[in-house]
């Protein structure tokens, strides 16, 4: 931990620190470089540092401490660039319908958890929205960017930025306003990238199993030749960007490219950003967004809560008003008899039907319903809400479950029960918070 007190002239050194051009640090599976103003340090991960789950080790931490410790310059601003080994990007196309802030975290964190299951656990993700109704995301791990960000305030200075390799490169390339394939090149790894129409369209990391240059360089070859068919895309213009030291594959990359029929172009990253890249950055807190999504959580769960509370209250009082309805009718019946029917005016008939409609949907056996569906609910159903339909006897039961399999076997049970049977599943989406919401329909038996 850094001592708080500073002797002559550290002070001064330390503001001219936060005003001068930011210290880059480029973190990748293999070691440590950083730059500033042309000098350079580097350092070398000590152990491998991508286990099974694609989770870098410790390791990279402590190697970036220990670049960080021999750089000879003043604390000031760092800009992280990562590797995008570790990133887990995706191009969402949202729906027609306008969804809020956080419909669209929840339908994110559901796309991710659908795609990477369980190993989305400990991984933090940051959204941007772009024209068309399409959305970019990315994933890091939490304690990796954690511990870089431990390890940038340790050494005195403050984390102003952490990108992933392939927006740095984008942002760096001086590709402008372009409509092409971009293949970001790094050791052993290629992210591949369709821009057009001034958005990204297509982001996929590609791990490189080869080792030989001519290898990795047909492996990509193919993976833009398959991917340009599977999204019937006739684009033919690509751009190759050098991130570090690659070798020569990129540039084989190139010829084998142009053997295709494409057009290639080589270029190496620099420091001049040029193109409108999304704006993502995990160096800046969730905004608003995530922490409305939280408020609205909370506020669902309260209101639920309330609701089940009175609702012991409200059948006591619909029971209540049941009975002076039914006394009302047969007094408007009585009133009516002596004319006749076609006389009546739309007014009065309006009115009958009415207290008709009233009367009938106080007839719900609401306790029996209530009772019944609490025996066949079981523990990983939740239920949101229940809409009688008195005519047809039905009613339309919207709910929550963890998975598929939970909302068949909810199913089974109530075409089990005494009370209900021909339950049938309507729909399902995803829900607001991990599971599915769906809705059912089921029809409760006449009572001898």
């Known amino acids: ?60 931490v402590a190697a970036f401490r220990e670049t960080l410790a021999t750089a000879a310059v003043a604390p000031g601003r760092v800009k992280i660039v990562l590797s995008d080994q570790w990133l887990r990007p995706m191009v969402l196309a949202l729906p027609a319908a306008r969804l809020s802030d956080a419909e669209i975290d929840v339908l994110v964190a559901y796309r991710y958890r659908q795609i990477f299951g369980n190993q989305m656990q400990g991984w933090v993700w940051r959204r941007a929205m772009q024209h068309d109704g399409l959305l970019l995301a990315m994933a890091w791990p939490e304690a990796l960017l954690a511990g870089l960000r431990e390890a940038v305030a340790d050494w005195g200075g403050t984390l102003s930025s952490a990108l992933p390799e ?28 369709r821009l057009g ?66 057009t290639a172009h080589v270029a190496a990253a620099d420091q001049a950003a040029s193109h409108a890249a999304p704006h993502l950055d995990f160096a800046h807190a ?30 006591q009082s619909m029971e209540t008003e049941r009975a002076q309805l039914e006394d009302e009718r047969g007094r408007l019946l009585k009133r009516l008899r002596p004319a006749a029917e076609p006389s009546l005016s739309k007014e009065m008939a309006a009115r009958v039907q009415g207290v008709r409609n009233m009367v009938a949907s106080l007839s719900i056996p609401w306790e029996g319903l209530l009772a019944e569906l609490e025996s066949v609910r079981g523990d990983k159903i939740v239920v949101e809400s229940l809409r009688p339909d008195p005519v047809g006897r039905k009613v339309e039961i919207t709910a929550t479950a963890p998975a598929f399999g939970d909302i068949t076997e909810f ?25 599915i919401r769906f809705v059912a329909t089921a029809t409760w038996r006449e009572t001898e």
């Open 1 to 60: 931990m850094n001592d708080a007190r500073m002797h002559p002239g550290m002070f001064g050194r330390r503001v001219r620190g936060w005003f001068s051009q930011p210290l880059v640090a480029r973190v990748g599976p293999a070691g440590i470089l950083l730059e500033h103003r042309g000098r350079t340090w580097q350092g070398v991960v000590a152990t491998t540092p991508v286990a099974v789950s694609g989770e870098p080790s410790p390791a990279v």
């Open 166 to 193: 392939s927006i740095h490169a984008v942002r760096c390339a001086r590709l402008g306003p372009a409509d092409t394939w971009v293949v970001v090149a790094e050791p052993r790894h290629a992210t591949v990238l």
């Open 197 to 262: 129409e001034g958005a990204w369209r297509h982001w996929r990391c590609q791990e490189l199993a080869a080792t030989a240059d001519s290898a990795m360089a047909e492996s990509v070859c193919n993976l833009l030749q398959r991917t340009a068919t599977r999204l019937g895309d006739g684009c033919r213009d690509l751009v190759i960007i050098e991130s570090g030291t690659c070798g020569p594959w990129p540039r084989e990359l190139g010829r084998r490219m142009e053997a295709e029929g494409w």
């Open 286 to 315: 969730p905004g608003r967004a995530t922490r409305t999504r939280h408020l609205l959580l909370a506020g669902a769960a309260m209101l639920i809560g309330i609701e089940l509370g009175a609702l012991a209250w409200t059948y």
């Open 411 to 435: 199913i089974d049970r109530v075409n089990g029960s005494k009370a209900l049977h021909q339950a049938f599943l309507v729909s399902e989406t995803a829900a607001r918070e991990p599971g």
